[in-house]
């Protein structure tokens, strides 16, 4: 009589290796799925009811660092395959949301730190600091428009490894940069800024990107 029962000593299916892949593939997606969310251009705040712009701005950090880790966990393989999807969304936020975010810090905490501050705060040496990684980001930011375009067209990349590697290098220098503004520059307006000081910037952040949008339509 033939028995239904699974033999144990069955050879193993070729799935099994197959069935990682297979894992791994849908990690990578829902990863493309997380980061097509994060790059998704940010409401504008109602300036009518925005009081804490602070908090927006340490929102923006927070998701900046979700960001920098997603990149890593795409560019780690220096495959393009991750990236491709998310070309046209990458392109967006670093021309988009990502600017908007140091014009919130360069126009508007600035002047606000540089009249609150006391001399043993160091301000101008924490400002200072503030610009320097700014220009840095905006030269790494710099290197990757002209690939994401091509991307975003469905052009082929001539050279696909300098991309990723320009992308790993500006994650590794944005995640440096929003860990020393929350350690050191947000803590300074939290503690140094009036609820005048934090309305104006948050009527100021608003209007800003009310402008962008009306310049979109
Ligand atoms: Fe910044
Ligand atoms: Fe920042």
Redesign the pocket.
């Known amino acids: 009589m033939t028995s239904n029962k699974p033999q144990d000593d069955a050879p193993e299916t070729p799935s099994e290796n197959g069935g990682e892949a297979a894992a791994e593939a849908s990690d990578i997606e829902g990863l493309i799925a997380e980061a097509r969310m994060l790059l998704t251009h940010r409401e504008s705040p109602d300036p009518d009811t925005f009081e804490d712009p602070l908090d927006f701005i340490r929102e923006d950090?927070a998701r900046q660092l979700r960001m920098c880790n997603l990149l890593d966990a795409f560019t780690e393989k220096l495959e393009l395959e991750p990236v491709m999807p998310l070309a046209s969304a990458l392109l967006d936020y670093v021309t988009g949301d990502l600017p908007l975010?140091?014009q919130d810090?360069?126009q508007d905490l600035r002047p606000a730190l540089e009249e609150r501050c006391e001399p043993e705060d160091g301000v101008a040496d924490v400002l200072k600091q503030?610009s320097k990684?700014?220009e840095l980001?905006r030269d790494l930011v710099s290197f990757l428009i002209d690939d994401l375009e091509a991307l975003a067209d469905g052009r082929t990349l001539s050279n696909p490894v300098r991309l990723l590697m320009n992308m790993k290098e500006f994650s590794e220098t944005q995640r440096q940069?929003?860990t020393w503004?929350e350690r050191v520059?947000l803590p300074l307006a939290r503690q140094r800024l009036t609820a005048e000081d934090l309305a104006k910037i948050g009527r100021n952040m608003a209007a800003r990107r009310k402008d962008g949008e009306a310049e979109a339509e």
């Open positions: 950090h975010h140091t810090e360069e503030m990684e700014h980001n940069h929003v503004e520059m």
